[in-house]
């Protein structure tokens, strides 16, 4: 949702009922099934959509919008964040402004002079960028 360019809002949305959710003692499954939604929306940070997804992903292993945003964004996007010097927000206006989606199409980017023209990236992160994408 990040490298989409998604509500912030709703992102950190996300990010909060995910927190609550990986250190909350009692297992989903055991909750959804006793307590039902009512139970699910008594966790901090979940909220009506957010525990309608939940119930969606303990009954089918994945929800619908999770399988729309991934189809929406390459998985080779998400290679870019193992290179450093490109996180989450510089990863996301490579994609969605200058259309690099890969390792192989940032290469060519960065031989063209591209780097030149990313706000935000200034000449030591440039220089670690070029220097990591020599050893891939």
């Excluded at 591209?114 to 030591?124: A, H, Q, S």
Aim: no cysteine; aromatic share 6%.
């Amino acid at each position: 949702m990040d490298i989409r360019g998604d509500d912030p809002f709703r992102l950190r949305s996300y990010r909060n009922a995910a927190e609550a959710l990986e250190t909350w003692p009692i297992p989903l499954k055991k909750i959804a099934s006793q307590e039902g939604l009512a139970g699910l929306l008594a966790i901090p940070g979940v909220g009506k959509a957010i525990a309608g997804k939940i119930v969606e992903l303990l009954d089918r292993n994945t929800f619908d919008a999770w399988e729309r945003i991934t189809a929406e964004t390459p998985e080779t996007v998400l290679d870019l964040l193992d290179i450093p010097g490109i996180g989450p927000k510089t990863a996301a206006l490579l994609h969605q402004k200058f259309k690099v989606s890969s390792r192989k199409e940032l290469k060519k980017f960065v031989a063209g002079g591209g780097l030149d023209l990313v706000d935000g990236i200034g000449p030591k992160t440039a220089e670690r960028i070029k220097e990591s994408l020599e050893t891939f």
